[in-house]
């Protein structure tokens, strides 16, 4: 699964474009495809949007592990969607825990997370 948020509308406070985030994500998809990894690629994302991807993870059948990509904007433990609104990072891991989401369990589950950092100043 690969989560790119690179455009933010709506945001109490105006966060930039991400550009060359939509590139670098287009080339992780065909990297990850030769690899055989069955990659599911999602732009621009609300966080109930992203919550339900990975609830819909945690039901479906999965090799022999998760890898998981998230790049947006972000602060320590969470990353911001779309919208500007802040998506903490345990909700996402929670919904892959073995009670939650069985046929992972015993996994790896592997997430690599790309942020653009914000400033103490605008940390809510």
Request: with cysteine.
């Amino acid at each position: 699964v690969i989560i790119v948020n690179y455009e933010f509308h709506g945001s109490p406070e105006p966060l930039e474009l991400r550009k060359g985030a939509k590139r670098e994500a287009d080339k992780l998809f065909k990297a990850l495809s030769k690899l055989n990894y069955a990659v599911k690629l999602h732009y621009d994302q609300e966080a109930q949007e992203i919550e339900e991807i990975y609830r819909q993870e945690s039901r479906e059948e999965h090799g022999d592990c998760f890898v998981s990509i998230l790049s947006s904007h972000g602060e320590e433990g969470a990353i911001y969607d779309c919208r500007g609104e802040l998506l903490k990072l345990t909700r996402i891991f929670q919904m892959l825990s073995p009670q939650r989401c069985p046929v992972l369990a015993g996994k790896p589950k592997i997430f690599f997370i790309q942020v653009t950092w914000e400033p103490p100043d605008r940390i809510r």
